[in-house]
């Protein structure tokens, strides 16, 4: 099945880090860009991060996760990663990665909790 696959998110504190990855089954990553979006409850989905090109392209945050969120790529692996550090109770959402100008199906996502 052609899917991309997320992992890595879990449960942690405030001013806590986790690092999500987005591995590709099926599809390939570096010829194309990707997005990082997220989904909290009760809010619309908003894009976080945005990378031209998986392969070397620009890099684009979102005002509200700029100075804690880092995007960065393993070409081998065909996979793009989300360093998230300083977590705060904000950042509770399933997030998902998005491949352009090319998409694929939509994963499942991974769930981060960011709580006390």
Do not use: C, H
């Given at each position: 099945q052609v899917r991309v696959v997320e992992s890595g998110g879990g449960l942690v504190q405030p001013g806590g880090s986790l690092r999500l990855s987005c591995a590709g089954s099926g599809v390939?990553?570096?010829?194309?860009?990707?997005?990082?979006?997220?989904?909290?409850?009760?809010?619309?989905?908003?894009?976080?991060?945005?990378?031209?090109?998986?392969?070397?392209?620009?890099?684009?945050?979102?005002?509200?996760?700029?100075?804690?969120?880092?995007?960065?790529?393993?070409?081998?692996?065909?996979?793009?990663?989300?360093?998230?550090?300083?977590?705060?109770?904000?950042?509770?959402?399933v997030y998902y990665c998005h491949r352009f100008p090319a998409p694929v199906n939509w994963g499942w996502g991974t769930q981060v909790t960011v709580s006390s």
């Open positions: 390939t990553f570096n010829k194309y860009g990707m997005r990082w979006y997220r989904l909290a409850p009760g809010k619309e989905r908003e894009l976080i991060v945005s990378i031209s090109r998986v392969g070397g392209g620009s890099i684009n945050y979102a005002d509200s996760v700029k100075g804690g969120f880092t995007i960065s790529v393993d070409n081998a692996k065909n996979t793009v990663f989300l360093q998230m550090n300083s977590l705060q109770p904000e950042d509770t959402a």
